[in-house]
């Protein structure tokens, strides 16, 4: 399974999850975000397919583009889902507000540089 949609299509993936955190949290305060059991759900999520269609990034395309923090990506994937009741919301609002616009950046650069 692991490559079969390719890299350009995960990195689709990626982006599409980024802008969908991006609108679910917009005019939200931390402390609404921890009180809205559906968008905390909904925001780890996408947070969860961002990880995985990182972790099927090819190894050529992430040794290209190391700025890109593809292991602690994943890495946040295998957290929200293998430690789910342990999930720190304050590290997920901080990745939801601030983090992705910089990876989302990042995405957007190398899907240019792949058409």
């Known amino acids: 399974m692991k490559g ?14 980024i802008e969908e955190i991006e609108a679910a949290v917009a005019n939200n305060t931390f402390d609404s975000f921890t009180e809205n059991h559906v968008l905390r759900i909904a925001v780890v999520k996408w947070l969860e397919i961002i990880g ?19 292991q602690k990506i994943t ?4 957290i ?6 342990g999930i720190n919301y304050r590290i ?3 990745t939801a507000t601030v ?15 792949q058409r």
């Open 4 to 17: 079969s949609i390719g890299d350009k299509a995960r990195l689709e993936h990626i982006i599409e999850c």
């Open 52 to 70: 995985e269609a990182a972790r099927h990034i090819s190894e050529q395309t992430k040794s290209e583009y190391p700025a890109v923090e593809w």
């Open 75 to 78: 890495g946040l994937r295998n």
């Open 80 to 85: 929200v889902v293998h430690e789910y009741f």
């Open 92 to 94: 997920i609002w901080e």
């Open 99 to 113: 983090l992705l616009e910089d990876l989302k950046i990042k995405i957007k650069s190398i899907k240019l540089d």
